[in-house]
């Protein structure tokens, strides 16, 4: 039973750790990224949507885990809609976060480019209109566990 406990606790203080550092980096790094200079670039709005993103991550995924795993606070337990749409957001948010950084590495690409063309490719309009295909691309690619998740319950329920 010792060494349960101890899992427990490192799971109780590895999770509020990255909770907060992770609100408080996210926090950090939007504050940054709409400063005057750093807002008029598109490759910045990349970023703030993966900051905004992470945050969703931290407050979906790890703080839901935390208090279902380690305070035994967890509604997806009793609830079917819940228990889906915890795991459909989460695997959304997390799919996110990859597509905005690649398109961020593009958008600088293009904004270095020789040709005329690609630098055109790096403006405002161009930025939001792929952050929001995105988004829906995600949500579509994930929408079957919002559909086949089901909660099983394997022996008796607290």
């Known amino acids: 039973m010792l060494l349960a406990d101890i899992a427990l606790f490192i799971l109780r203080v590895g999770l509020i750790i990255f909770i907060i550092f992770g609100t408080v980096g996210n926090a950090l790094n939007l504050?940054?990224?709409t400063c005057r200079t750093l807002s008029q670039l598109s490759c910045t709005l990349h970023l703030i949507a993966a900051s905004i993103d992470n945050t969703l991550v931290i407050f979906t995924s790890l703080l839901t885990r935390l208090l279902a795993n380690g305070f035994s606070i967890d509604r997806t337990i009793t609830s079917n809609v819940m228990?889906?749409?915890?795991?459909?957001?989460g695997y959304v948010f997390f799919a996110l976060s990859p597509y905005f950084y690649?398109?961020?590495c593009?958008?600088?690409y293009c904004s270095i480019s020789t040709s005329a063309t690609r630098r055109s490719w790096c403006s405002e309009k161009l930025a939001k209109r792929l952050i929001i295909g995105v988004i829906i691309l995600a949500c579509i690619l994930y929408c079957h566990m919002a559909m086949f998740y089901e909660?099983?319950?394997n022996g008796p329920s607290l």
Request: glycine fraction near 0%.
């Open 102 to 104: 690649t398109l961020a």
């Open 151 to 153: 909660i099983f319950m």
């Open 31 to 33: 504050f940054i990224f």
């Open 83 to 89: 228990c889906k749409l915890r795991f459909y957001f």
């Open 106 to 108: 593009f958008d600088r």
